[in-house]
């Protein structure tokens, strides 16, 4: 007896690939649906490793998704906190100028975060050393719609609550091929004699780092290839949990799409320190120096690499010597925060941003979506994808229920 395709087959257990199973079951109560993770729990890589901020939006380009998605999401996720009972925090956030340079680059950062809506205020050095007082700065930006939360706390429930609604959850299930007819797309798991295929009428495939060899497995021809940030941390040693009390950032470089290292408030009540942002050569390598062979050899053979390489060279070099030389990054922190030591700094996982690199080698910067008639791939979405996972999941669900090309 042939199996009756899913209505819904979504690969991933990141937070966007639980949110879209999440929005497409709330939109179609009754559907079966089925969520493929190859790791063993949900939120395993992207979403569990990065540091837990509510983004406010203040950072993207006005009317971009990135800049919609995230003020959406924030609210959105604040909502599902509330409903279900998941802690979170509203701490507010200063974007801390300590030199002209960055003062200017501060300024356009207001003007941008105006146009987008958002609730900021410019304070100058005497306003940001009273509510700071470890803090030193010539000019900030303090964003009151901040907070921050555990990401895999959200999953967890994400999770429940798909399985609420009917749908299932396959954990430790690696796809290894994928085909679409005219009728439906064929998802293959495991090899050998365990391999075993389903059917479902429509695929949304949310792969994080893996999402462009995903995408060559379904026929397709990406023309971009993943590409490994290691951001590494470090956490204060306990005594220093109350050092802040807000997140504390510093002003990014308009030209990279990192915002550098700063002080960040957990859920757990601890301070941590990150992250900087080195190339990795593993995939989901989160070791220091970690390497993976096939991953280093598709780098090799991908030309976007080679032309990303001479942009971000300098910044690399400075963002390796920085992994290997503690003091270069304690430097960095002390730029607004001179009360942290090189003992004050424990060690704490690093996390992997997921970066989408065109054949140019220039990064994508927005979200970006693949679609076919029946299976839309999700080719880039990096921070704040967490923030905005709902909202990307509604955009998601409008191009499958409604069958329209995604952007």
Known sequence: MTQRPYDFCVIGGGIVGL???????????????????????????QTGHNSGVIHAGIYYTPGSMKARFCKEGAAWTRRFCDEHGIAYRNTGKLIVATNDVEVTRLDALYERARTNGLDVELLDAAEIRRREPNVVGRKAIFLRDTGIVDYRAVCR???????????????????????????????????????????????????GIQADRLAAMAGLEPDFQMVPFRGEYYRLRPELNDIVGTLIYPVPDPDLPFLGVHLTL???????????????????????????????????????FWKLVPGVLRTGLAEQWDSLYKPGYLKRVQKYCPQVTLADLRPEPAGIRAQAVNADGTMIEDFRFLQTDRMLHVVNA??????????????????????????
């Not at 609550?161 to 299930?173: D, K, M, P, Q």
């Not at 955009?395 to 229920?401: E, G, R, S, T």
């Open 266 to 304: 957990m859920m757990d009540g601890g301070v941590t320190v990150g992250p900087n942002a080195v190339m990795g050569f593993a995939r989901e390598g989160y070791p220091k120096l970690s390497v993976n062979a096939r991953d280093l050899v598709s780098f090799a053979r991908f030309p976007g």
């Open 157 to 207: 429930q994400m999770a429940t609550e798909i399985e609420r609604l009917g749908g299932e959850i396959r954990l430790g299930t690696r796809v290894s091929g994928i085909h679409e007819s005219l009728s439906e797309v064929g998802v293959t798991t495991g090899t050998g004699d365990a391999a075993h295929t389903l059917y479902a009428t429509r695929l949304v495939v949310c792969g």
């Open 382 to 407: 990096p921070s704040p994808a967490a923030t905005s996972a709902m909202p990307i999941a509604a955009h998601l669900a409008d191009q499958v229920l409604g069958g329209a090309t995604a952007d």
């Open 19 to 45: 949110a879209t199973a999440l929005t497409l079951l709330q939109r179609r109560p009754g559907s079966s649906l089925v969520v493929l993770e190859k790791e063993d729990r949900v939120a395993a890589h």
